[in-house]
């Protein structure tokens, strides 16, 4: 995706592939490749599903549909497939107008890692419930969760992976401003820092 460029999403991606990754890469230096949602013929483009993994780059990525105003529950939905383990990886994002989770990751239920470096989540909305607005959901087993150099503005249970073994967990040099609940829950959790 070429920096500084406006794309238009007008349907929901929808990727079935257990062991594969949906990657989605923006060319760096400038301004991030911006990915906004515009319906077409009346018809919201809707959530993101995937059946595998996820890995992005250097992306501006909203959920707010533009041409409605419309809020999307969630931006990210993802699923386990085979028992094979799966992951979100972000890097260099920006991520905009979110209802309630990010990455709504529950489907992953075979030991799912979560990675988020040097992202901005920003203008999130917890419009259904006050612990919405969050970065990723799952209440499933988790192997790894690393979020380093974040920020998060505007959000509300921010890390929401309650009742959830995670083996490991490192949260390093993030900033939150104005949550409006906790930034993380998560019996069972050892936080490193």
Same mark, same amino acid.
């Given at each position: 995706?070429?920096?500084?460029?406006?794309?238009?999403?007008?349907?929901?991606?929808?990727?079935? &592939?257990?062991?594969?990754?949906?990657?989605?890469?923006?060319?760096?230096?400038?301004?991030?490749?911006?990915?906004?949602?515009?319906?077409?013929?009346?018809?919201?483009?809707?959530?993101?599903?995937?059946?595998?993994?996820?890995?992005?780059?250097? *992306?501006?990525?909203?959920?707010? !549909?533009?041409?409605?105003?419309?809020?999307?529950?969630?931006?990210?939905?993802?699923?386990?497939?085979?028992?094979?383990?799966?992951?979100?990886?972000?890097?260099? !994002?920006?991520?905009?107008?979110i209802n309630l989770d990010t990455f709504s990751m529950d489907g992953y239920t075979s030991g799912?890692?979560?990675?988020?470096?040097?992202?901005?989540?920003? &203008?999130?909305?917890?419009?259904?419930?006050?612990?919405?607005?969050?970065?990723?959901?799952?209440?499933?087993?988790?192997?790894?969760?690393?979020?380093?150099?974040?920020?998060?503005?505007?959000?509300?249970?921010?890390?929401?992976?309650? &009742?959830?073994?995670?083996?490991?967990?490192?949260?390093?040099?993030?900033? *939150?401003?104005?949550? !409006?609940?906790?930034?993380?829950?998560?019996?069972?959790?050892?936080? &490193?820092?």
């Amino acid at each position: 995706m070429t920096a500084g460029t406006i794309y238009t999403q007008n349907a929901a991606i929808s990727i079935q &592939n257990p062991t594969g990754v949906l990657t989605i890469v923006g060319a760096a230096g400038g301004t991030k490749p911006v990915i906004i949602l515009v319906g077409k013929n009346g018809v919201d483009p809707g959530m993101n599903t995937v059946q595998g993994s996820v890995r992005l780059r250097n *992306i501006h990525m909203q959920s707010m !549909c533009a041409s409605d105003n419309i809020l999307n529950t969630n931006l990210w939905i993802g699923s386990t497939a085979n028992k094979l383990p799966q992951f979100v990886d972000c890097e260099n !994002c920006l991520f905009e107008f979110i209802n309630l989770d990010t990455f709504s990751m529950d489907g992953y239920t075979s030991g799912a890692k979560f990675r988020f470096v040097n992202c901005y989540f920003r &203008n999130m909305f917890a419009a259904s419930q006050w612990w919405g607005g969050r970065v990723f959901y799952c209440k499933q087993y988790i192997d790894t969760v690393i979020v380093e150099n974040c920020t998060v503005q505007g959000g509300g249970l921010i890390f929401l992976n309650q &009742n959830s073994l995670t083996k490991y967990a490192y949260y390093n040099h993030n900033t *939150i401003i104005n949550s !409006c609940k906790y930034w993380q829950i998560g019996r069972g959790t050892r936080l &490193n820092s």
